[in-house]
Every structure is written in C-alpha cells, then in structure tokens.
C-alpha cells in the first residue's frame, strides 16, 4: 500500500547546528545573522589565507548555497568582486580589503536583525575593521562593538553592508623557494612606510632595523620560520606589530630503484628504473648517450661496460640529483659463469657479500685494486663473507677466489 506520513516543526527531538565546518577558533572570522521576528539565522565565514584575492579564488572559496525558505529566514552572504556569492571567502590578513557583504530579511520576516562578528584571537591585530551600513551610511567599529543592529524592510537593499579591512601597511610574503634556503623575502607598500622604523625579529630577538625612504620597504635573504615586525607607527585601530608566518617548503628528494644493477645483454639489459622521487619535473641521463623525461622510464643499454646513470629532479627552482652506476656484461659471461662460477658476488649498500657455491674450507678471497694493491684478504670460516666497503674509494676492484684447484676473478664496481 502507499501513504503519506506529515513531519512538523515540533516533532523535531534534535536541533543540528548550521551546516559550517567546525575549525578552530583561531583559523577565521565568523560572521552571524539573527533577528528578533524568528529563530531562523545564518553564517558566513572569513577564513585566512595569504593566496585569496578579492575575486572568487578557486580551492579557497566556496559557493553559497541559500535556504528554500526565503520567505521566513534571513540570508547572509559574502560577494567577491567578480560577483560571486559565498558562503566561505579567503581573506589575506596582510592586505586592506574591503568586504561586500550581502544580509537580507525573509519576504514574509521583515523587522530588526543583528549581524555578530567573531574575530579569532592574535589576528588582524594592527587593522581598522570597519562595517558601512549602505542604506543608512552608519559606520562601526568592529573592534569596539563587534556586533550591528539595524532595521530591515521592502526596501532595503540585499547589497546593504561592507567590512573594510585597513592596515597601516600591506605586506606580500615569499617564503623560501627551497628547504633550507635563505631567500624568502618579507616586502612592506604603503603611504606610511617613509620616514618610520620598522624592526624585524623571532624567537632569537631583533633582526634587523630598517627606515623607510619610500613607500616601499623589504627585508630580505630569509629562512622559513615566524617573524614580528614592529613599526614606530603608530596604530590607531591596534598594535604596532605584525606577525608573519613563511613556510618551509617539503624536502626535495632524488631517487630511484632498479631490480639490479648488474645486467646482460641479450639476458637482462632491459632495466625499469622505478622513480621514488617527489619532484614535479624528472630529467634522465643513462650514461651511454641518450636521455629521458619520463617518470619511470625503461631502458636497454647495447653494449657492456660501466654506466653512470643520473636523475636531476626539480620542483620549481629546486633540484636536486641521484647517480647509481649501472654494470652491463657480454651475454658469454653468463653462460661462462654458469659453468665455470665458483662464488657469487653480492654489492649493496657498502657491504659486498661473498658466497661460495662449493666450500673445501681452504678458499681465501683478495680484493685489489686494478693497479694490484691489495685492500682485503681473509680465509672463508664458511659460505660467506661479508666485507664493508663504505670506506673503499669509488671504483672497480678485483674480487679473486683462489683455492687448491683454481682461481676466479671478477670485477666489482664500488660507489
């Protein structure tokens, strides 16, 4: 069978809170619309950003989503300069703005209405905030009385309010380009830059003093980290400091990975080379000649020899290299090591394990030079040795087995 069940207002158990996400209460300002005609409201939200403009700004925005009961309940919303309505804006606290903000009664619930604003703590310390009332040219001072009440009507505009956000200087922060850099760059502009004071310091104390001559003034040849600038200005809506956060950027590592470093032509000369890079831009030299862009590229080297294979990766103006050599034999090798092979040669890492396939107890093993000085000798006690070569110069050596029957020689590439 089918019916209809009806829901009221009063068979309501839970009250949910407006759909804003729940964030510190150090990371925005929070902007509240009431009034006295219902219990209806709405929010809108200020949120810190250096990157935001004063159009709409793409992943720091978002768009406004407005109630289906325009009849009853206020609606309030931020409008970009480009004329896009917002729920939540990016607002650079190191910048003046001004703020369109759009608050409007219900159809059916004209009459006094109350627009709060929350400011987070430590924040937009040095600026004048300001709200103008369009429609009656009130203008209040946020950071005396952070609330406004004012009278809605037929004929009150949507676009009635905007925030003015004045700093006595603007300031553009570049962080290091690179980690562990020095060259991030902290730059001041504005009317009251000439002829002040202005002191740089972090945790350690005072930087540096500068006085400005122009409108213009930059400190520069930073590390990433926390700075306080302080003006001889005087400030006459907050203090006379700015703290100012630049970012160190991630670490820029080169590397890669191959499933062996000692390859055969004609048996395994094709080698995937697995990047495990984090840089944005890879630029592959293979040591013989040729060249690759590629993320994870393949490649087959055609004749024997040692080869340096080099990975410059770069994230912007970063860059940074991995060299691995790479050992290609003659496919007859192989089959001579097959046949004729009485010990297998392991390098990784700084240690080259040494193990014999058949053990009579009078195997010794040299390592020299390829001029013939002697770097290592010793007695197998069992299958293996493990010798530490991090301290070995990089370079070919000569790995011999001797023993009462023969002596096998083979080359091993140390780096």
């Known amino acids: 069978g089918t019916g209809t069940i009806f829901f009221q207002e009063s068979n309501k158990v839970r009250t949910d809170k407006a759909f804003v996400k729940s964030v510190t209460s150090d990371e ?19 949120t810190f950003n250096d990157e935001a403009t004063e159009n709409f700004d793409f992943g720091i925005d978002r768009n406004k989503l407005y109630t289906h009961l325009n009849d009853v309940a206020p609606s309030l919303a931020i409008k970009t300069a480009d004329n896009v309505d917002l729920s939540i804006a990016g607002l650079n606290e190191y910048k003046s703005y001004n703020v369109n903000l759009k608050a409007y009664a219900g159809t059916n619930a004209y009459g006094n209405y ?32 952070p609330s406004y009440n004012f009278n809605t009507t037929a004929n009150s505009p949507e676009e009635r309010f905007i925030i003015h956000f004045t700093t006595p200087f603007e300031t553009e922060v570049v962080s290091p380009s690179c980690n562990a850099l020095t060259d991030g760059k902290i730059k001041l502009e504005g009317s009251n830059i000439n002829g ?15 006085v400005g001559s122009s409108n213009e003034l930059s400190f520069e040849n930073l590390v990433a980290g926390q700075y306080t600038i302080t003006s001889s200005q005087a400030s ?40 495990k890079s984090n840089g944005t ?18 490649h087959v080297f055609q004749n024997p020899g040692f080869y340096i294979v080099t990975l410059i990766t770069t994230n912007g103006n970063c860059e940074e290299t991995y060299s691995k050599t790479i050992e290609v034999r003659t496919a007859t090798s192989v089959k001579e090591e097959e046949e ?54 990089k370079g070919i050596y000569l790995v011999t ?15």
């Open 196 to 210: 002040n004071t202005f002191t740089l310091s972090n945790s350690q104390g005072n930087i540096m003093s500068l």
């Open 401 to 415: 087995i001797t023993n009462e029957n023969s002596s096998k020689t083979e080359k091993v590439f140390i780096q």
């Open 28 to 46: 925005f300002v929070r902007i509240k619309l009431t009034g006295n005609v219902n219990s209806f409201y709405d929010e809108a939200v200020l």
């Open 340 to 393: 004729n092979s009485i010990f297998n040669l392991v390098n990784t890492d700084g240690l080259l394990t040494v193990t014999l396939l058949n053990n009579t107890n009078k195997e010794t093993v040299r390592i020299t030079t390829l001029d013939g000085s002697l770097i290592f000798n010793s007695t197998f006690n069992s299958n293996t040795i493990g010798i530490d070569t991090k301290a070995y110069a």
């Open 281 to 298: 831009e890879n630029n592959w030299n293979f040591g013989d000649g040729t060249t690759s862009s590629e993320e994870n590229p393949t």
């Open 236 to 275: 006459s809506c907050g203090t006379s400091e700015m703290i100012v956060n630049l970012t160190e950027p991630s670490v820029l590592t080169a590397d890669f990975k191959v499933e062996d470093d000692v390859v055969y032509i004609g048996y395994n000369n094709t080698i995937d080379f697995e990047n």
């Open 114 to 145: 109350t627009i709060d604003f929350n400011f987070p703590e430590n924040s937009l310390i040095n600026h004048c905030i300001t709200l103008e009332d369009l429609e009656t040219g009130t203008i209040t001072d946020l950071k005396v009385s």
